[in-house]
C-alpha cells in the first residue's frame, strides 16, 4: 500500500497557479502563449503579458508588443525590482480587429505599494493580438 502512495505522489506534481488569476493551472493558461500558442483574444493577451512582467519574459512582451508602439529593448532589471501582487480585469471590449481591456495591476516596488490602472489597446494583424499601448488612469501610488 505505501509503494501505491509513493508512486501517486510521484505522479501528481503540484500545479503552479497562473500568475493572471485566472482559475487555472500556468501550463494550461498564460504558459501556453508564453511557449508560442498566440493568445486568441486581446483579454488572454494582456493576462499573459501580466504574467510575463511577473515571470521577467522580456522577449515575450517585446513580440507581443505592436512593431509601431514597441520599445527597442526592454530592461525590466533596469529599474527596481517590482513584486506582482495580483491582477483585477475591470472591463474588456472588442470590435472587429480592435480591442481595449481595462484592468489594474497591483505591485510593490521598494516596499511601497503600487496601484496600475490602466486602459490598454489592442489590434489584431493576420490573426495575431498585439499590445498597442495604454493610458494610466489615476495615480500610480497608493
Avoid at 489594474?104 to 499590445?131: D, K, L, P, T
Wanted: positive net charge; charged residues 25%; proline residues 6%.
Amino acid at each position: 500500500m505505501s509503494e501505491m502512495c509513493a508512486a501517486s505522489r510521484n505522479r501528481l506534481a503540484p500545479v503552479k497557479p497562473c500568475p493572471c488569476g485566472r482559475p487555472r493551472g500556468y501550463e494550461e493558461c498564460c504558459g501556453r502563449h508564453h511557449a508560442g500558442s498566440p493568445p486568441p483574444d486581446a483579454e488572454s493577451l494582456m493576462r499573459s503579458r501580466y504574467s510575463a512582467y511577473v515571470l521577467g519574459l522580456e522577449d515575450y512582451l517585446l513580440a507581443s508588443w505592436h512593431a509601431s508602439t514597441r520599445p527597442a529593448v526592454l530592461d525590466l532589471a533596469a529599474g527596481p525590482a517590482a513584486k506582482w501582487l495580483g491582477l483585477e480585469l475591470k472591463a474588456h471590449s472588442a470590435a472587429g480587429d480592435t480591442a481595449t481591456v481595462e484592468f489594474v495591476a497591483r505591485c510593490r516596488v521598494g516596499g511601497r505599494a503600487q496601484r496600475m490602472h490602466e486602459i490598454s489597446r489592442f489590434v489584431r494583424e493576420n490573426g495575431r493580438w498585439y499590445y498597442v499601448d495604454g493610458v494610466l488612469e489615476g495615480a500610480a501610488g497608493r
